[in-house]
């Protein structure tokens, strides 16, 4: 009997140590540790101005106001401001005659309606005007990529690399023309380089 209890206690113990070995499998694995995000905090008018954008009269020729939009923009994006900031902001760097021209309208409206009034159509056409016809000319090949990657953006038509690499190679003076275009080379930013 004896034997036989220490055989039945044996086989408890079996029982029970299973027992715990299938209720510690069926316990969830632990879940790795989640990622503390902290909160976005809303942008604020100090955000923007620590990147300290230019104010804007008006007194400017249509590539500076362009220039002007495309750094409001950058500096927008880079804060990632919703619509309603940007128009917030970049509205508050207007002055003088500038302030004056527009009402309260969305950033869709405000960025059209600014670039009608301070860089037109008829300058658009101009600089693709220009873009067509620009030769290196005197100025030196730092100078002259630079304003045909700058004109280049108006131009309207789709175009594709070998054309705007033709078309930058027609415009070097004739030395490097002569150079470069044996090369044949079809990457601008190879070309460029």
Known sequence: ???????????????????????????????????VVAPIRPVSMEDFMKHRPTKFSGKATPDE?????????????????TD????????????????????EVTWATFRTRFLEKYFPNSARH??????????QGTMTVEAYIERFEYLARFYTPVVIEEWRCRKFEGGLKHELHRFLVPLRIREFPVLVE
């Open 65 to 81: 106001a362009d220039a002007w939009m495309r750094e409001c923009k950058k500096i927008c994006g880079v804060l990632k401001c």
């Open 1 to 35: 009997m004896a034997n036989r209890r220490r055989r039945n206690t044996a086989g408890a113990d079996d029982i029970a140590q299973a027992i715990h070995r299938m209720v510690d499998a069926m316990q969830p694995i632990a879940a790795p540790p989640r990622a």
């Open 126 to 135: 101009e600089r693709e005007a220009e873009f067509l016809t620009l030769q």
């Open 84 to 103: 309603a900031q940007r128009l917030l902001f970049v509205t508050f760097l207007l002055v003088v005659d500038a302030e004056y021209w527009w009402e």
